[in-house]
T-cell receptor
Framework: DTAVSQTPKYLVTQMGNDKSIKCEQN?????MYWYKQDSKKFLKIMFS???????INETVPNRFSPKSPDKAHLNLHINSLELGDSAVYFC????????????FGPGTRLTVL | DQQVKQNSPSLSVQEGRISILNCDYT??????FLWYKKYPAEGPTFLIS???IKDKNEDGRFTVFLNKSAKHLSLHIVPSQPGDSAVYFC??????????WGAGTKLIIKP
């Protein structure tokens, strides 16, 4: 049983397109996250979101937006894709109060041509 | 400006020996520290953590040491096994409960 899943695993698209990456967790966690792993392999937080609060990393362009239809899902929408958006994107979840560990999805490798 | 540094991009260790992975941080306000392990094409998986009120935490073959005055933590794996070959990330928690990550160290266990 996959705890945190992401689709698609690979995404190749043209500059200027709009795309979405889906994330679902079946852990019952209240908080979900999106990370970007850049070419230097750093994992950088983009968003953290729970039912009450969205925390946005100020360096994230507003072309990126998280959308949460319910507590188990946090999708990432990207408008007007640019070459520099090529990276691996990870979704994660955690349950505040039960520990600080975050549980990660397998990642989505986005390539913008 | 890197707040969390893992200065060794890679480390090669003989099977059965001890692996020591290091991590340095600059922000004295970090108060919780985690190690994650990552295999290729998979997401990071949690390994072990330590609170700033402790200096050591042990879980089986894995031990994390924290030296707050030096702003340094290390992960010891003993004995090292082939399945330990992976990239290891150090992550530090800030006051907003966000994780700040190092760049990772690739550990290679030689048979």
């Amino acid at each position: 049983d996959t705890a945190v899943s992401q689709t698609p695993k690979y995404l190749v698209t043209q500059m200027g397109n709009d795309k979405s990456i889906k994330c679902e967790q079946n852990l019952g966690h209240d908080t979900m996250y999106w990370y970007k792993q850049d070419s230097k392999k750093f994992l950088k937080i983009m968003f953290s979101y729970n039912n009450k609060e969205l925390i946005i990393n100020e360096t994230v362009p507003n072309r990126f937006s998280p959308k949460s239809p319910d507590k188990a899902h946090l999708n990432l929408h990207i408008n007007s894709l640019e070459l520099g958006d090529s990276a691996v994107y990870f979704c994660a979840s955690s349950q505040p109060g039960t520990g600080y560990e975050q549980f990660f999805g397998p990642g989505t490798r986005l390539t913008v041509l | 400006d890197q707040q969390v540094k893992q200065n060794s991009p890679s480390l090669s260790v003989q099977e059965g020996r001890i692996s020591i992975l290091n991590c340095d941080y600059t922000n004295s306000m970090f108060d919780y520290f985690l190690w994650y392990k990552k295999y290729p094409a998979e997401g990071p998986t949690f390994l072990i953590s330590i609170s700033s009120i402790k200096d050591k935490n042990e879980d089986g073959r894995f031990t994390v040491f924290l030296n707050k005055s030096a702003k340094h933590l290390s992960l010891h794996i003993v004995p090292s096994q082939p399945g330990d070959s992976a990239v290891y990330f150090c992550a530090c928690m800030d006051s907003n409960y966000q994780l700040i990550w190092g760049a990772g160290t690739k550990l290679i266990i030689k048979p």
